[in-house]
C-alpha cells in the first residue's frame, strides 16, 4: 500500500481466536428457571457460528477495508479448529495459523434468549498456551504492523510478568516492524484478573508503538482500587460515563511514559481518545510510520462517537475501531482522519448483533463521514484546556500542541 515500504503484507493480527456457537431460541418469553431445569430437554432452532476473537474480528474487518491481512492463532485438530480453520480458508487467510495435535481448540457457546442476559460458556484452550514458538516471525518481518489482541484471555501472554509477550514485541520491533497491542477487561476473580496488570505493561510496552486498549480495562490495570470505586459510584450506571477528561489525560500520559508514542483509550458511546508523543519518539516507530508526520506530533485529541439510528450490540466494537484505527493509519493520514475512521468503523459495528457484517468497505465508510455524519454529544467545554476543532467535530484536550 504504502509504496515506500516492500512489505508484502500490511497488519498481522495475533492472538485469540475462537468460535461462536449461538443457538437461536424460537419466540420471545423464555423463562430462566424453566430453561435451565435439570433433564429438561430445550427446543433450539439453528445454530448460528462464526469465528470470534480479535485475530478474527479485526483481522476480517481490516480485509474488508481493502487492507492485506495475516492471521496467527492457534487451534487444536478437533472439530472446533477445522471449524475455525475452514471459515478462514474460504477467507484466504489461513496460512498464519497454527494447528496443535493434543489441544482443545477455543469455543464459546453464547445462550441468549431473547429478553434474559446473556450467558457465556467459554473455553480458552489453545489461547491459553499461544506463545513465542507459535509467532511465524518469518511472516512478522514480511509485515508493516504486527497488531496482538486480548492477552488477558491467554495464560502464557500474562504469565510470569508478561515476559513471553515481551519477548514476542521486541523480537518484532527488532524485524522493524511496527507493533500495535489491545487488551481486553481481566475477570476480577480469575487468574487473568490478579496478576499485576502494572507490571506486565511496563515490561511490555516499551516495545510497543499503539495501544489501543479501552478506558476501563486502563484504569483496572493501572489502579485497581480505583476502578471498583468507579464502578461502585457509576453503580447500574454505565462507568465510562463517570470518567473526567483530567483523568483520561492522567491515565493516558501514564501509559506513553511506559512507552508507546501513541495512545488510544477506547470509549464506547463516548468515542475515542488519543493521545501521541514527541517527534523523536515518533520516529521510532518502525517502517510503518505516520504518513502526514506533523500532525501525529504531541497531540492529545477526544473524538465524540458517531450516532446510529439504530443499535443492535457492540460485539466487537473495540476490534472493529482499531480495524478503522490501523486502515486509515496505513493510507498516511492525518491524526484527525484516522480518529474519524476508528470511530465510523465502530459505530458501524453497533449497527448489527455480530462483529463483523456492520462493517462497510473503504468507500462506503469514507463517503458516510464525508457525508457529515451526525457525532452524540460529548460536552467538554466547561473542563478546562479542551476546546472544539469545528472542522472535525473532535476535542482537543490541554496537552494538544497543534495550535
Ligand atoms: N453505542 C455506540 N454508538 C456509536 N459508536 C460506538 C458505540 N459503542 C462503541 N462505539 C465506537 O466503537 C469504538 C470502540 O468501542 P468500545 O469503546 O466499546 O471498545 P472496547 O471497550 O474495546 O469494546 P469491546 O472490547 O467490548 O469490543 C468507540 O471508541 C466508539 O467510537
Ligand atoms: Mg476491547
Sequence with gaps: MNKNTERPIDVIVAGHICLDLIPTFPGTGVDYQELFSPGKLVKVSELVTSTGGPVSNTGLALKKLGIK?????????????????????EEGLDEGMRIVVGESSSYTIAIAPPGIDRMFLHNPGA???????????????K?????????????????????????????????????????????????AGKVDWRIILKNVLPWVDIYLPSLEETLYMLDRDAFFKKKEQAGKSDMLDFFTPDEVSALADELLQMGPPIVGLKAGHRGFYLRTSTKEHL????????????????????SPSFHVEKFAGATGSGDSAIAGFLAAYLRGLSIETTLQYATAVGANNVTAPDALSGIKDWETTTQQIKDGWAHNPLELDQFPGWRLDEDYGIWLGPGDKSK
Design 143 to 191: 509485515a508493516r504492523v504486527f497488531h496482538l489482541g486480548y492477552p488477558p484471555l491467554m495464560e502464557r501472554m500474562y504469565s510470569d510478568d508478561g515476559r513471553e509477550m515481551m519477548d514476542i514485541f521486541w523480537k518484532a520491533k527488532e524485524l522493524g516492524t511496527t507493533t500495535s497491542l489491545d487488551v481486553a477487561l481481566p475477570d476480577p476473580t480469575s487468574p
Design 283 to 302: 520516529e521510532k516507530i518502525g517502517v510503518a510510520k505516520p504518513g502526514n508526520f506533523n500532525t501525529w506530533v504531541e497531540r492529545e485529541l477526544w
Design 127 to 141: 489461547n491459553d498456551t499461544f506463545g513465542f514458538a507459535d509467532v511465524d516471525f518469518d511472516l512478522v518481518e
Design 69 to 89: 491481512v495475516a492471521l496467527m492463532g492457534k487451534v487444536g485438530t478437533d472439530f472446533i479448529g477445522d471449524g475455525i480453520i475452514s471459515r478462514l480458508r
